[in-house]
């Protein structure tokens, strides 16, 4: 046995967060814990969409999905571009889309009672 007092398992591979980190990976919480925008994300991460598109898939009306997207961009969650009329938006990079799909399949598993992974 060593004198050494244990410490909490610390991954090696990553370093320990910041306070600023912490509190921008907060901000993303807080944003997905909106369903409707949960949901926005999750039609996103499917493809690129415009605002007609996301309204009619996600069941919201679109000043509703316009307001959620302009939260989101303003966060830099989404990023948007022109196609002629259209406003086309897309997630702004694969985390998002990570973190969007493990939060689905955590609640999936909550819900169906599936078994948790390791």
């Known amino acids: 046995m060593s004198d050494q ?3 909490p398992t610390v991954h090696r ?25 949960l949901h926005l994300l999750w039609l996103l991460s499917e ?7 996301l309204a009619a898939a996600s069941g919201a009306a679109q000043p ?3 307001q959620h997207l302009a939260k989101l961009r303003l966060a830099s969650l ?4 022109r ?4 406003v086309v938006y897309s997630l702004r990079d694969g985390h998002l889309r990570n973190l969007v799909t493990e939060a ?11 078994p948790w992974h390791a």
């Open 5 to 7: 007092p244990t410490s």
């Open 13 to 37: 591979h990553r370093p320990v967060p910041d306070r600023e980190q912490l509190d921008a990976a907060s901000r993303v919480f807080g944003l997905l814990a909106d369903s409707t925008r």
């Open 47 to 53: 493809g690129e969409a415009d605002v007609s598109h």
């Open 64 to 66: 509703a999905v316009s």
């Open 78 to 81: 989404v990023q948007s571009r």
């Open 83 to 86: 196609e002629g009329r259209r």
């Open 104 to 114: 689905l399949s955590h609640a999936e598993h909550k819900v169906t009672g599936d």
